[in-house]
């Protein structure tokens, strides 16, 4: 059983809400799924109606739930904080999956700081499935609900992964919006310098391979989805110009551009800013990432020779300074 007897979800038509209502009437619960649209062909199935100003009918369902999940844009969340938490019953537990959590916590505390109340972000795409990979839980509020839904998240494979929003809002800035910054700015490298995809593809090694997978990826995805996680968070701002000033600061390490038209030739110039070819810089650089890494920098080894393997099985030692 799921610990929810009745159970409400803001915007179960949608991917991610469709993923936890599912969840939850697998285990039992009586869950009614409330948005602005119902699915095509299933208007039976949903409750079409506005979260931040409830009718009659749906305030009642908030009212009779032991749990409602709010699965829609921030915005809406935020503004459905105040009207929701006067409806739901003492006891009953107000949860979200918004991918950014401070301002959750600042309405939370504004307008209802005796709610329990978890914030549930799926580091993955729905259509991935749950089984094995992490959910981001923020817990605002502590409770009898609290443990029972990430119990239930256990259950159906997932693994949450307590943060508080600051924590949050910081790791996503580098585990989503760096990440995304990283791939599509790639991209727009390839662009710039005319390159026939084709013949990368062709010849390229196992590396060049996998940033090509990933920002195909990216492409097979919402550019509106992309672009919130960049607005959203208010960590990105800063976690791209750290990506900007890493960049500029390899540039120095290995010198200026030769091809650039008026630039000196670092190979006929001793006195060429970091030597000839920078190599002594990089010694540096790789022993301050090595310390970076620590103790995960083996796992990421083995892990990214596994990676590889599923591209081109080839000798173990073929791969490692390519």
């Not at 919006?177 to 593809?201: E, K, M, N, Y």
Request: glycine letters at 12%; one cysteine or more; proline letters at 8%.
């Amino acid at each position: 059983m799921s610990g929810f007897p009745r159970s409400v979800v803001v915007g179960g038509s949608g991917a991610v809400g469709g993923m936890f209502a599912e969840l939850l009437r697998k285990a039992g619960s009586h869950t009614l799924v409330v948005d602005l649209v119902p699915p095509p062909g299933r208007q039976d199935a949903c409750l079409v109606g506005d979260v931040t100003a409830p009718g009659p009918e749906l305030a009642a369902a908030l009212r009779d739930a032991d749990l409602v999940l709010l699965a829609v844009h921030e915005d809406v969340a935020l503004k459905a904080v105040a009207p929701v938490t006067r409806l739901m019953r003492p006891g009953a537990l107000l949860a979200d999956s918004l991918s950014v959590r401070t301002g959750m916590a600042a309405e939370l505390a504004a307008h209802a700081p005796g709610v329990q109340h978890v914030g549930l972000n799926p580091m993955f795409a729905p259509a991935a499935g749950m089984i094995s990979r992490p959910v981001a839980a923020v817990v605002t509020r502590d409770g009898p609900g609290v443990t029972a839904l990430l119990r239930l998240v256990e259950s159906g494979g997932g693994r949450p992964v307590r943060l508080t929003a600051e924590e949050h809002d910081r790791t996503t800035a580098v585990t989503q919006a760096l990440t995304h910054a990283v791939i599509l700015s790639f991209g727009l490298a390839l662009a710039r310098l005319g390159v026939d995809v084709r013949t990368l593809t062709a010849t390229a090694p196992p590396p060049h391979q996998v940033l090509l997978a990933l920002l195909a990826r990216v492409l097979g995805g919402t550019p509106e989805v992309y672009g919130d996680i960049q607005r959203s968070n208010p960590r990105a701002a800063s976690a791209r110009r750290a990506l900007a000033e890493a960049l500029r600061s390899f540039v120095s390490l290995v010198g200026d551009d030769p091809d650039r038209a008026g630039a000196p030739d670092p190979a006929g110039d001793p006195g060429h800013p970091r030597g000839n070819d920078g190599a002594g810089d990089l010694d540096g650089v790789f022993e301050e990432l090595r310390r970076l890494m620590g103790p995960e920098l083996a796992a990421g080894q083995d892990h990214c020779q596994e990676l590889f393997r599923t591209l081109h099985r080839t000798d173990d030692e073929g791969e490692k300074d390519r």
